[in-house]
Every structure is written in C-alpha cells, then in structure tokens.
C-alpha cells in the first residue's frame, strides 16, 4: 500500500512540473509562469480523470454480481489516487494566485501577509470543491484501507467503479476554464465543450446516484422508490452528501449554458427548467434511436 501511495505522491506532482517546465521551454511556446501553471493543473487533472473514468469501466465491466463481485483495481487505484487530492488543492491555489497577478490584486504580492490573504480569498472562493478533496482524503482513503481485502459488504466494488466513472466530465470542465481564462468564448470549440460539459456532467454526476439505487432496487428486486427505505442509513447520507454539491455545481453549468447559447435574460429557475428540459428531450431521443 505504501508504494502505491509513494507512486501516487510522484506521479502527479511530477507530471505537473513536468508539463509547466515544457510549456515554458519549447521554443514553439514559450509560456509565462501562470500561463504554463494554469494549464499544467487543468492537463493534470484531464489525465487524472481519464485514469479514474477507465478504472472504473474496468472494474464496473468485471462485475458480474454487483454485490459479491471483488476488483484488486478498487483499493489499489483510490490509494494511488489520494496523493492526487493533496497536490490538486496546491495546484487550484497556484491557479487562482496566478489569476489574481493577472488583475493586479495586491494580494497576489509574495508578502507573506499578502499570501495569507490570498489564501483565505482562495478558500471562501472554492470552499466547495476544497471540502471535496479533504473529504476524499480523510474519509474515503481510510474507509478503503479499514475495508481493504475484507468482505465486499464493507466496500461494493461496483458501486466505487461507476463512481469513478464520474470523473469522466472532468476534461471538458478543464477545458471550458482554460478556453475561458484565455477569453475564446466566441469560438465554436467553446460551445461543443460547453455542450459536451452540460451532458457528460448531467448523465455522470447528477444522475449517478439515482442509478446506483436503481442497480441496487433491481439487484434485490426492491421498487425504486423503496430503496432508501431499505438500505443503511448511512448510504443515504453519504449519497446525499455527494450530490449536493454535484446539483450546486450543475446549476453554474447550466447558467453558464444558457449564457452560451441564448441571449435571452431568464430567473435561474428557468433556466435550470430549460436546460435540464433540453437534456431530458435530447436523451429520450438518442434512446429512441438505439432501439
């Protein structure tokens, strides 16, 4: 377990200063210091995601009963990923510090009281997503070692593998602050991203946990709606708690789109109402097409 922490621990901080040193070195580029840690931090975590979203296909695929069925990829990839959460709340700040230096925000100053500014300005900002990572660190790493090689009732493999998954609207999110932070707004790139993001983060984060109940309420041929009733308490906060964050996050996307794509000036709930509405149609259509 330590060696797969250790290659965790130098496998991403190393390809982020890997890739910043490249940016900034190849004569065909020649970024500036937050230009290459900007997009250094955004590829990291794109190939983070795709590491993540294949595990879990893997081990999703390899389970035949989703409730006895075991993968040594479950334990073994969040412990190599865990490092990953640590780097990536450095990564966002360096981020977000940069941007400041952009705008002349003095506290983007080296004063040591300027970074302490900065820091608490970084962490009203992103508290979200910093909560996210501490969470994935101080609980989810040691739940999976508490569990590791112990009956699957502590751990359902196939429930982490299409968790997992989830990460698979991570790229194109990368790729809309990048496109944004570098103003190409008005490009076609932006809105296929954009529309791409809308999806992927619809289908792969928000509908996550209805799926895994609706697995689950046909595993046990328990209705849909009686599944929260019969599985532990626990699950259901813990699923709680994992979504609300992925609806808060969801409605910026979908403001955000509909920004994008019209120039009509809605209350949010609409707009959330029209977007969700036009994934919703969209679906049902590509469904009626595979049939």
Same mark, same amino acid.
Request: net charge positive; proline share 4%.
């Given at each position: 377990?330590?060696?797969?922490?250790?290659?965790?621990?130098?496998?991403?901080?190393?390809?982020?200063?890997?890739?910043?040193?490249?940016?900034?070195?190849?004569?065909?580029?020649?970024?500036?210091?937050?230009?290459?840690?900007?997009?250094?931090?955004?590829?990291?975590?794109?190939?983070?995601?795709?590491?993540?979203?294949?595990?879990?296909?893997?081990?999703?695929?390899?389970?035949?009963?989703?409730?006895?069925?075991?993968?040594?990829?479950?334990? #073994?990839?969040?412990? =190599?990923? +865990?490092?990953? *959460?640590? &780097?990536?709340? @450095?990564?966002?700040?360096?981020?977000?510090?940069?941007?400041?230096?952009?705008?002349?925000?003095?506290?983007?100053?080296?004063?040591?009281?300027?970074?302490?500014?900065?820091?608490?300005?970084?962490?009203?900002?992103?508290?979200?997503?910093?909560?996210?990572?501490?969470?994935?660190?101080?609980?989810?790493?040691?739940?999976?070692?508490?569990?590791?090689?112990?009956?699957?009732?502590?751990?359902?493999?196939?429930?982490?593998?299409?968790?997992?998954?989830?990460?698979?609207?991570?790229?194109?999110?990368?790729?809309?602050?990048?496109?944004?932070?570098?103003?190409?707004?008005?490009?076609?790139?932006?809105?296929?991203?954009?529309?791409?993001?809308?999806? #992927?983060?619809?289908? =792969?984060? +928000?509908?996550? *946990?209805? &799926?895994?109940? @609706?697995?689950?309420?046909?595993?046990?041929?328990?209705?849909?709606?009686?599944?929260?009733?019969?599985?532990?308490?626990?699950?259901?906060?813990?699923?709680?708690?994992?979504?609300?964050?992925?609806?808060?996050?969801?409605?910026?996307?979908?403001?955000?789109?509909?920004?994008?794509?019209?120039?009509?000036?809605?209350?949010?709930?609409?707009?959330?109402?029209?977007?969700?509405?036009?994934?919703?149609?969209?679906?049902?259509?590509?469904?009626?097409?595979?049939?």
């Amino acid at each position: 377990m330590l060696t797969i922490l250790a290659a965790g621990s130098v496998f991403f901080p190393g390809l982020f200063l890997l890739s910043k040193q490249c940016l900034k070195s190849i004569p065909a580029l020649r970024w500036s210091e937050g230009d290459a840690v900007i997009v250094s931090a955004r590829l990291v975590s794109s190939i983070q995601a795709v590491m993540a979203s294949s595990a879990g296909y893997i081990i999703a695929s390899s389970c035949e009963d989703i409730i006895e069925d075991q993968h040594w990829l479950t334990s #073994t990839y969040i412990m =190599f990923a +865990v490092p990953y *959460f640590v &780097y990536d709340i @450095y990564a966002m700040f360096m981020c977000y510090w940069y941007k400041l230096r952009v705008k002349g925000h003095e506290e983007a100053s080296a004063a040591p009281q300027h970074m302490r500014s900065a820091v608490r300005s970084y962490l009203r900002r992103e508290f979200l997503m910093v909560l996210h990572h501490v969470v994935m660190v101080t609980v989810c790493f040691p739940v999976s070692v508490v569990t590791y090689g112990q009956s699957p009732n502590f751990l359902h493999y196939y429930f982490q593998g299409i968790m997992f998954m989830a990460e698979l609207s991570t790229p194109s999110v990368c790729l809309g602050k990048i496109l944004i932070q570098y103003k190409q707004q008005h490009t076609l790139l932006h809105k296929v991203n954009g529309a791409l993001m809308l999806v #992927t983060f619809f289908i =792969f984060r +928000v509908l996550l *946990f209805p &799926y895994l109940y @609706y697995v689950y309420g046909r595993y046990a041929s328990i209705p849909f709606l009686m599944v929260p009733f019969t599985v532990p308490w626990h699950c259901n906060l813990g699923a709680a708690l994992l979504m609300a964050p992925q609806l808060y996050w969801f409605s910026l996307i979908c403001r955000g789109a509909l920004r994008l794509f019209t120039d009509v000036k809605l209350s949010f709930p609409c707009q959330y109402c029209l977007v969700l509405f036009f994934i919703l149609t969209n679906w049902g259509c590509c469904d009626g097409k595979m049939e």
